[in-house]
């Protein structure tokens, strides 16, 4: 590892521990040419993602852009920043099981369309009207009868088990 003060290529490792909930390691090095104390982070490679827009562009998923949506779609709805990062995690973690390099940006929004009507109706219809393009109040009518028919199916099946 490069020393960033020094550029010198050797350090030792004075402590090393897990990070990110184990899915990265915290390594404390110390420069052996400088003696420069700093932390580096080691993390599983992951695959590179890449979304299909509607108009058929390909772009690499953003775990930042997917965060920013769902920060707009859940202002003033009391989720908090921290909360909507597990879920862009989750998200991503999905992505990653599915083994797919590619998704289409339909798959993608209602993959999180999914998780967001488990935390808020609002941010759910709100992320819904931006993704779904809405162009009339129907759309949003058709979005809440939806989400309403799947709420109740949910706590159907919440009272049966």
């Keep these: ?8 290529t050797d350090s030792r490792v004075l402590e090393s521990r897990a990070a990110d909930s184990g ?9 052996l040419n400088c003696e420069f104390r700093f932390t580096t982070y080691e993390r599983v490679e992951t695959m590179t993602i890449t979304v299909v827009k509607r ?34 995690e989750e998200i991503e973690l999905q992505l990653q099981q599915r083994n797919q390099k590619e998704i289409t940006s339909q798959q993608l929004g209602d993959l999180v369309l999914e998780e967001l009507g488990d935390l808020s109706e609002v941010a759910y219809v709100r ?15 058709t979005t809440l009868d939806a989400l ?4 109740q199916v949910k706590r159907q099946l919440a009272k049966i088990s």
């Design 23 to 31: 899915k990265s390691v915290r390594r404390r090095r110390e420069c």
């Design 1 to 8: 590892m490069q020393c960033p003060s020094c550029q010198h």
């Design 148 to 151: 309403r028919q799947r709420n």
């Design 55 to 88: 108009s058929g562009t390909r772009e690499t998923f953003s775990r930042s852009k997917l965060l920013t949506g769902l920060v707009r779609a859940c202002e003033k709805t009391g989720l908090e920043t921290n909360r909507l990062e597990l879920l862009v």
């Design 127 to 141: 992320f819904a009207s931006v993704y779904g393009k809405f162009s009339g109040i129907s759309d949003f009518i």
